[in-house]
């Protein structure tokens, strides 16, 4: 069973290296891709001096539909000339609205394609969309790297395992990914001997996965580094990854956005395609 309903969600014309992955991974699929254009009014009513605000709201709500109309205009276009199924819808939100509006469609969803939201040069609105997809919609995210896809992506993929529950359900999610794999490896990074998996971390997931036939070997590192994004990262360019498989979040989104964590990290520096789930 693949993904047949993909949904991506644009806020500005610059997402195209987004939207064309989205099209490349609904035509891989043959599924049906969902465009979700989203005009953001950043304002809040409210903030302006006495008597203004009504209008000033006004205003900006109607820069917002615009940018809206024109943005979906801008996806017709572009999906027009392709082969696959596909729908667009647009709407007007403020920021604090982003979260009802994505994650409805985000739970109807198999799955969600997007850009890295921390970094240089992303949307404004890419964090909101992105915990939205993965929170309340409870979809797996597809992270497209700033180079976009790379061709046939997702032949040698890398599975970052910690046990967590948010782990094991990013691999339920990328089931269809890891079963049209060349090789998958199970990544286990400093794993604690009192852990619930003992001295054999990784075993009962890769003989899980090697009952769906899939060809899968499990390495141990040691923490080499502080930061376990680096070790990963690492990792996949020395196995040649195409993509990693993790599970996003397992703190809360308050304490990553304070601290910082393995999601957040791996979220801005993403070099090759990342499915994160929760």
Not at 83 to 92: P, T
Request: aromatic share 6%; glycine share 8%.
């Amino acid at each position: 069973m693949g993904y047949k309903t993909i949904l991506t969600v644009v806020t500005t014309k610059d997402q195209q290296t987004q939207l064309e992955a989205a099209i490349d991974v609904t035509r891989r699929e043959d599924g049906h891709l969902e465009v979700f254009c989203l005009g953001v009014d950043h304002s809040q009513a409210g903030y302006y001096y006495a008597g203004a605000s009504a209008y000033v709201f006004q205003e900006t709500i109607d820069r917002a539909m615009a940018a809206a109309e024109d943005l979906e205009a801008s996806v017709r276009d572009r999906l027009g000339r392709e082969d696959i199924r596909w729908s667009v819808e647009s709407a007007v939100a403020q920021v604090g609205g982003l979260t009802t509006l994505i994650g409805m469609r985000a739970r109807y969803s198999d799955l969600v394609v997007l850009t890295r939201p921390y970094g240089d040069d992303v949307s404004p609105d890419a964090v909101a969309v992105t915990e939205a997809a993965l929170f309340e919609g409870s979809a797996p995210v597809l992270i497209v790297p700033d180079g976009g896809l790379p061709a046939d992506f997702g032949q040698q993929i890398i599975v970052a395992w910690n046990q967590s529950e948010e782990a094991m359900t990013a691999v339920r999610r990328a089931m269809p990914l890891l079963a049209a794999a060349k090789a998958v490896e199970i990544t286990v990074i400093d794993p604690s001997p009192d852990g619930p998996e003992g001295a054999d971390p990784g075993a009962a997931l890769a003989q899980m996965l090697d009952r769906h036939g899939i060809a899968v070997d499990v390495a141990v590192l040691a923490r080499t580094q502080t930061l376990i994004s680096d070790i990963i990262d690492r990792r996949a360019e020395e196995v040649g990854a195409d993509l990693i498989v993790m599970g996003a979040y397992g703190h809360s989104r308050f304490r990553q956005a304070i601290l910082g964590g393995a999601t957040r990290n791996m979220l801005g520096k993403a070099s090759i395609p990342i499915l994160m789930a929760r």
